[in-house]
């Protein structure tokens, strides 16, 4: 990651590790995003219900995000920095646009399929969270 440090001092081993830690969970989170989009494009193509496991797919990556964005704040408590804003956008959209999907996918206009609303978050998301890497790691 390549924040920067507002405090002077040493850092701290552990600061140090849970800056990996938000690191390498960034890529995890990116991943599952990607698994959400490609599974209802291949839902949609298909004709088909991306099924049960969809749903704990749902439950995963808001798990994960949440903890990701946990992470974040203890990234920023310890005093790092990243280097452009965006990078704090990109990371707290996911949580309000998941939120925003359990709304849409309640609405009647998906009734029929209530998993949409969560591939085109996904969508979104692996996108932005992609950005949200890129922007941590200074790129």
């Not at 291949?42 to 991306?50: F, G, H, Q």
């Not at 946990?70 to 920023?76: D, E, K, P, S, T």
């Amino acid at each position: 990651m390549s924040a920067h440090r507002d405090r002077t001092g040493p850092r701290l081993v552990s600061s140090v590790l849970v800056i990996e830690v938000h690191k390498y969970v960034g890529f995890f989170v990116v991943a599952l995003f990607t698994v959400g989009w490609v599974w209802g494009l291949v839902a949609w193509i298909a004709k088909r219900e991306p099924g049960e496991r969809f749903w704990v797919w749902v439950t995963v990556v808001q798990i994960v995000a949440g903890v990701q964005a946990l992470i974040g704040i203890v990234v920023f408590i310890f005093g790092y920095r990243a280097e452009s804003i965006l990078h704090y956008a990109y990371g707290i959209f996911p949580i309000i646009a998941l939120a925003a999907a359990h709304v849409f996918a309640r609405r009647p206009d998906f009734r029929e399929r209530p998993w949409i609303p969560f591939v085109w978050v996904a969508f979104i998301c692996f996108g932005l969270t992609l950005r949200a890497v890129m922007t941590g790691l200074g790129t």
